[in-house]
Nanobody, 115 residues
Framework: QVDIVESGGGLVQPGGSLRLSCAAA????????MGWYRQAPGKERELVAT???????TYADSVKGRFTISRGNTTNAVSLQMDSLKPEDTAVYYC?????????WGQGTQVTVSS
């Protein structure tokens, strides 16, 4: 019903920046929540940031002031600007869409922060 594709991951040095992008296709409703979660090796998947269709955002405490989530011009696109990256930000980042019914997830994009 919904297909989600992420892009923008890669290798960056500490203090650097990356921008992740996500687009969803399929049956997308006007009201939804989109966001980013991440999972590091050996760790549970955790919330990074979310944004509602009305523009309300939430952030994990660990990324506040460094990451910014934003919507595109549609109800099915979202980006995550990541600045001042730290090694502990290294993880697979997953885009999520929440609307009616189950949550939908992308395949993930790898972000590695290392010298």
């Amino acid at each position: 019903q919904v297909d989600i594709v992420e892009s923008g991951g890669g290798l960056v040095q500490p203090g650097g920046s990356l921008r992740l992008s996500c687009a969803a296709a399929g049956t997308i409703f006007s009201y939804n929540i989109m966001g980013w979660y991440r999972q590091a090796p050996g760790k549970e998947r955790e919330l990074v940031a979310t944004i509602t269709s009305g523009g309300t955002t939430t952030y994990a405490d660990s990324v506040k002031g460094r990451f910014t989530i934003s919507r595109g011009n549609t109800t099915n696109a979202v980006s995550l600007q990541m600045d001042s990256l730290k090694p502990e930000d290294t993880a697979v980042y997953y885009c999520m869409l929440r609307q009616r019914g189950p949550d939908y997830w992308g395949q993930g994009t790898q972000v590695t922060v290392s010298s």
